[in-house]
Structure formats: structure tokens, C-alpha cells
Nanobody, 126 residues
Framework: VQLQASGGGLVQAGGSLRLSCATP????????TGWFRQAPGKERLFVAA????????YYADAVKGRFTIARDDAENTVYLQVTTLKPEDTAVYYC????????????????????WGPGTLVTVSS
């Protein structure tokens, strides 16, 4: 399953963006979905995740209170609302999904996800 992330761009510190993750021609229903980010020269890190049911969400400490993940299965899209952006949020943001019925800490690990796509670049200027 190929995912498509979009919505990135250049924004000033304190600004907001809404990132979208879609699966053209396929449903997101039944898939847990996560967002990860990778800054230049650094490893890919967990940002946020939502269970397949949408009942539970998880966030990295660095983004808690500023980012919100949500899913709209009718639109086959998972969103990441990013607010109060900081220069250190600059990274390529990737979405990923898994058919596995995972909850809790496993959703924070790259290895838990089978499906990925190209990321979307978020650049935050100071």
C-alpha cells in the first residue's frame, strides 16, 4: 500500500500547517497510522500515531500539545495538524500504516509499520 503525504511547506516560527496522508484508491479503514519525521542528517523519529479505530492517539513529547493527529475514514485520509511550529520541527514528515491491530507503545516504532510513502517537507524559519 503506497501512502501519499502532502501539505508541507515553508512557514515562519509560530505558524501552522495541516499535513495529510492518503491512500489513493484504497481505504484507510482498519489501519493504524503514524507520522514520523526526519531532519537533515538525523534519524527518523516518531511524531504521532492513531489506532485503527481512532479511539487512541499517541504523541512524542516534543510535539505534545502542539500537534494533533486525526483520521477521516470516509475521506481515506489521516491528518496531522501542526501548530506553534518551531525551527527544530523542520524535517521531512512521513506517514505510515499497518494492518496490525496495535495499540500503545508499539505504534511508536518504525518497525511496526509495513506501508510507507514519500514524505512532505516542512521548513520552519526563525
Amino acid at each position: 500500500v503506497q501512502l501519499q503525504a502532502s501539505g508541507g511547506g515553508l512557514v515562519q516560527a509560530g505558524g501552522s500547517l495541516r499535513l495529510s496522508c492518503a491512500t489513493p484508491g484504497r481505504t484507510f479503514s482498519g489501519y493504524a497510522t503514524g507520522w514520523f519525521r526526519q531532519a537533515p542528517g538525523k534519524e527518523r523519529l516518531f511524531v504521532a500515531a492513531i489506532t485503527w479505530s481512532g479511539d487512541s492517539t499517541y504523541y512524542a513529547d516534543a510535539v505534545k500539545g502542539r500537534f494533533t493527529i486525526a483520521r477521516d475514514d470516509a475521506e481515506n485520509t489521516v491528518y496531522l495538524q501542526v501548530t506553534t511550529l518551531k525551527p527544530e520541527d523542520t524535517a521531512v514528515y512521513y506517514c505510515a500504516s499497518t494492518r496490525r491491530n496495535l495499540v500503545g507503545s508499539p505504534l511508536r516504532f518504525i518497525e511496526s509499520y509495513a506501508n510507507w510513502g514519500p514524505g512532505t517537507l516542512v521548513t520552519v524559519s526563525s
